[in-house]
C-alpha cells in the first residue's frame, strides 16, 4: 500500500521559513517524481514545484522562484520542500504527490497524493 505523508507545516511570521516534509511508503522513490501542489479554500491545486527521480531537473512556478528549494534523498525515500521568505500568500495546505516518469503541469495525472499539512503563514 502506498502512502505519501507530508510534514513540517505550521504557522510562521511573513519573512520566516518551514522545510516541509514528504515521506513514501509503499513505493520505491527512485522511480517517481515528486511534485508539490497547494490549494487555498475556493481556489484551484497550484502546481509549487517538481523535481524528478534523479533530482537533476527542477521545477517551479513563478511565484515561489528564489524562495523555495526542493530536494530529495532517495535512500531516505524522502522529499523535501525548504520554504524562504514566506509570504501571506503562501498561506495553503501543501500536498506531495507522486508518479512515474517525467514532471507534469497537469495535476491529474499524479497517481499518489498525501493527506496535506497546512502552512499559514500570518503575524
Known amino acids: 500500500q502506498v502512502q505519501l505523508v507530508e510534514s513540517g507545516g505550521g504557522l510562521v511570521q511573513p519573512g520566516g521559513s518551514l522545510k516541509l516534509s514528504c515521506a513514501a511508503s509503499g513505493l520505491r522513490m527512485n522511480d517517481y517524481v515528486i511534485t508539490w501542489v497547494r490549494q487555498t479554500p475556493g481556489k484551484e491545486r497550484e502546481g509549487v514545484s517538481c523535481i524528478s527521480t534523479t533530482g537533476f531537473s527542477i521545477d517551479y512556478t513563478v511565484s515561489v522562484k528564489g524562495r523555495f528549494s526542493i530536494s530529495r534523498d532517495n535512500a531516505k525515500n524522502t522529499v523535501y520542500l525548504q520554504m524562504n521568505s514566506l509570504k501571506p500568500e503562501d498561506t495553503a495546505v501543501y500536498y506531495c504527490?507522486?508518479?512515474?516518469?517525467?514532471?507534469?503541469?497537469?495535476?491529474?495525472?499524479?497517481?499518489?497524493w498525501g493527506q496535506g499539512t497546512q502552512v499559514t503563514v500570518s503575524s
Open positions: 504527490a507522486a508518479r512515474p516518469g517525467v514532471c507534469s503541469g497537469h495535476l491529474g495525472v499524479y497517481d499518489y
